[in-house]
């Protein structure tokens, strides 16, 4: 099935956007990304581990929506600030990769695990353009992306929901389960005694 095709997204419930591969980000996009590669080196990388505040202030410089209590460490990387939103209490640990061409948006308390990679974007490869196209993932609240696995673009992770590690997300998930494996799978329900 294509990728243009509209049942493909619905797995995703996102509109996918498309940018030419010939022309690129926006001039814009680039020097954005390269200020916010040296205020990363220089700032945020080497900052101590409990600077949570501090790192959470330097995003949000970057256009970043960061709440309260949020813990990004040291080592996480972001792709770009501007399409990131962290809502109260998220994690992002060491390692964890956010790329984000497209948004990606941490609900309340949703924590994503050292070496985790958030992909919100790939090529159309049946198009001789080979476009970038780039869709929203939204991990829920309370929601756990365990250690090294891998989100892609237009993947909702439900309220509640644990990813196990080393898991490759390409479908949305819903809340309250335990997903993994490589495509993801749906394991089994939690009864989560967090949320009654
Ligand atoms: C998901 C996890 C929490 C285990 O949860 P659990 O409820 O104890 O699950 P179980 O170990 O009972 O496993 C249930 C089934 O899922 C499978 N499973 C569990 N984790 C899996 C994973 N990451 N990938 C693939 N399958 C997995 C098990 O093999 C088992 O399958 P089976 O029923 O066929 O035997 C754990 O496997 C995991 O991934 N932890 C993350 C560790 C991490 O990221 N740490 C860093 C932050 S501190």
């Not at 202030?57 to 813990?71: E, N, V």
């Not at 948004?103 to 958030?118: H, M, P, R, T």
């Not at 196209?133 to 365990?146: D, F, N, P, Y």
């Not at 439900?158 to 394991?187: E, H, Y």
């Amino acid at each position: 099935m294509k990728r243009t095709d509209a049942t493909w997204w619905e797995n995703r419930r996102v509109a996918p956007s498309r940018r030419s591969a010939a022309f690129g980000y926006s001039l814009p996009n680039k020097v954005g990304r390269v200020v916010w590669g040296f205020v990363y080196v220089l700032f945020f990388r080497f900052s101590p581990r409990p600077f949570h505040g501090w790192r959470a202030f330097l995003l949000r410089r970057f256009g970043a929506r960061i709440g309260p209590r949020c813990r990004i460490y040291s080592a996480a990387k972001v792709w770009a600030p501007w399409n990131l939103e962290c809502q109260i209490g998220a994690t992002i640990a060491d390692g964890a990769e956010i790329y984000n061409p497209a948004k990606v948006v941490l609900c309340e308390g949703a924590i994503v695990s050292q070496g985790a990679y958030l992909c919100a974007a790939s090529h159309d490869y049946e198009d001789p353009d080979f476009p970038v196209i780039e869709a929203t993932i939204r991990i829920g609240q309370r929601a756990w992306v365990a250690a090294r696995s891998i989100v892609l673009l237009g993947v909702t992770i439900g309220d509640d929901c644990v990813v196990g590690a080393g898991s490759v997300v390409t479908k949305s998930m819903p809340p309250n389960t335990l997903c993994a494996g490589n495509p993801a799978k749906v394991i089994k329900q939690i009864r989560n005694e967090r949320t009654g």
